[in-house]
């Protein structure tokens, strides 16, 4: 089921970890929802202007989101948001084309090394969308970055 011309409900919510452990990662209609306006705000005109997006991460269920080590409050246990690894681009360079064309919550560079070799980017899209820029910080948490 496509969510908008390029993303796929089935691509937002493949989880290895759900599989491996038999956990059941389907989406109830809010997330369905705003996983579509994800797709609406920031994915598909990232994907219209960068090229090809893998998503590593999209939906997780509570269980699976607890079994991946995420936040209590993951933006991706509603929907909000996904783990993205641009193919054609860098991921640096995806991070700054959404901040500077779309409507966002947050953009997190998660892991690796800030700002050139991030492991991949979160975004997120909420009704709230505080155009947070954040990087992760060794030992746990978020700092606030500038570009
Ligand atoms: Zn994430």
Redesign the pocket.
């Known amino acids: 089921m496509n969510l908008t011309e390029h993303f796929t409900l089935e691509e937002l919510i493949a989880s290895q970890t759900a599989a491996r452990h038999g956990f059941d990662n389907t989406p109830g209609a809010q997330e369905v929802a705003s996983l579509t306006r994800l797709c609406e705000q920031i994915l598909e005109p990232a994907r219209l202007a960068l090229g090809p997006l893998h998503i590593s991460?999209g939906y997780r269920a509570p269980n699976v989101n607890a079994a991946v080590g995420?936040s209590k409050s993951?933006?991706?246990m509603k929907g909000f948001?996904?783990?993205v690894i641009p193919l054609q681009v860098s991921k640096r360079d995806f991070a700054l084309w959404v901040i500077r064309n779309c409507e966002f919550d947050q953009v997190?560079f998660?892991f690796g090394s800030f700002p050139d070799h991030p492991s991949?980017i979160?975004v997120?899209a909420e009704p709230r969308n505080r155009k947070e820029v954040l990087r992760t910080v060794k030992g746990g948490g978020y700092a606030p970055v500038n570009l």
């Open positions: 991460s995420g993951s933006a991706h948001a996904a783990d997190i998660e991949w979160h997120s």
